[in-house]
Every structure is written in structure tokens, then in C-alpha cells.
């Protein structure tokens, strides 16, 4: 099965709080893509950070990084000092083959951040 | 960045008329496009996956002759609600891949539209 878990639906942070955000995939393709993108409230998606499945390289961008493990299938998403400007729906997101064969995004559940001032 | 174009960001209709909402590429060409369906609170739904020239693939559970979608550019596709119901009051989003020949996969980044907001009264 191509699947995301999210497995935390809202997270509360102080502000300059560091958190991260649990995302754990199943593939049976052995060449992927990991996504995050945020949801603001205005509701357009952002694109954050896509990761191929051989690269298991971690990433850091400003406050953001990203964990991926291959061993745990995981692809975990940290900001440090979060700000209000934070507060967002992130979802972690797989690009693998469907069914048909052809190549999908299929999306966790997203985890609902707020970042309290 | 690729920008991804939807139109409108709003809309409210009554319950039985057919709402049209286009998702355009402004600046690259998108040999597929992508049509989800976000409920409140809830992941993105893949409805239907759009090539330029051919009839769309909709996933199961996703009618089609109620949500038809068009793509007949390489920049541009649309989706059609018809004969819209309050129930198909939803957030609904598209997104392009860019046209690329180099891999099976096509797995670049998806650049989405901003969404587009349905309210059937």
C-alpha cells in the first residue's frame, strides 16, 4: 500500500519553541518522493521540501529541517524557535505509483500547528 | 517559483446550477494537472488526474459525469461541477507537474493553485 501517517492531528507551541512534526510513509516502490507542504489559513498550499528515496541526506533551510530515515520510513519535519507566522496544516505527502501505475501524491492527514505568541 | 493559477477563489451558487473553476499554469508547461477535494479539516483527496489531449482518470468513488474535467491545453484545465448540491460544497484544489521527458517517474515537485472555495446554497 502507498500510505502517509500523520499520526499527530494538532500540535500547540510557545513561540521560539522548537517542534516537530511526525511523518511515517509505507511504499512498495523503491524510487519515491517525500513532500511537505503547508496550508496556511488562507488555504493555497506551499511547497517546502521534496526529498527523492536515495538521498538520505537531512536538510536544513533557515528554521526548518527535515529527518528522513529510510530505516523507519520516516521523513520528520522540525522548525526551531517557531513564530505565529508558523501556524499552519503541514502535510507530508508521497509521490509513488498507484494502482494503474501511474504516479500519484498521496497526502497524510496533515497536523494542524499552532504557534501561541 | 512555477505558479500555478486557479479562478475563482470564490464562488456561491445555487443548488442546481453547474460552477466552472480553471486551474492555469502561468509560467510552464503542465502536461498533467491534478484535481483534489479538501474537506474542512481534512487531507487532500485526489478526484482526478488530468492529461493534456485525453479524457481524465478519476478515482473511485468519483463521479464523472458530475465533476467533468477538461484539459485541453498544455496551461490550462478546468473542472466543472454540475449540477451542483450543497454536499458539493467543498475547498477544491488543482495542481500542475511540469513537463519533463527525462524520467519514468515525473516526480518533480506538484505546484498547486491557490484553491477554490464552493458554497452551493
Known sequence: ?117 | GAVVSQHPSRVICKSGTSVKIECRSLDFQATTMFWYRQFPKKSLMLMATSNEGSKATYEQGVEKDKFLINHASLTLSTLTVTSAHPEDSSFYICSARRKSATRKNLAGELFFGEGSRLTVL
Open chain 1, 1 to 117: 500500500a502507498q500510505k502517509v501517517t500523520q499520526a499527530q492531528t494538532e500540535i500547540s507551541v510557545v513561540e521560539k519553541e522548537d517542534v516537530t512534526l511526525d511523518c511515517v510513509y509505507e511504499t512498495r516502490d523503491t524510487t519515491y518522493y517525500l513532500f511537505w507542504y503547508k496550508q496556511p489559513p488562507s488555504g493555497e498550499l506551499v511547497f517546502l521540501i521534496r526529498r527523492n528515496s536515495f538521498d538520505e541526506q537531512n536538510e536544513i533551510s533557515g528554521r526548518y529541517s527535515w529527518n528522513f530515515q529510510k530505516s523507519t520510513s520516516s521523513f520528520n519535519f522540525t522548525i526551531t524557535a517557531s513564530q505565529v507566522v508558523d501556524s499552519a496544516v503541514y502535510f507530508c505527502a508521497l509521490s509513488a505509483t498507484d494502482q494503474t501505475g501511474a504516479n500519484n501524491l498521496f497526502f497524510g492527514t496533515g497536523t494542524r500547528l499552532t504557534v501561541i505568541p
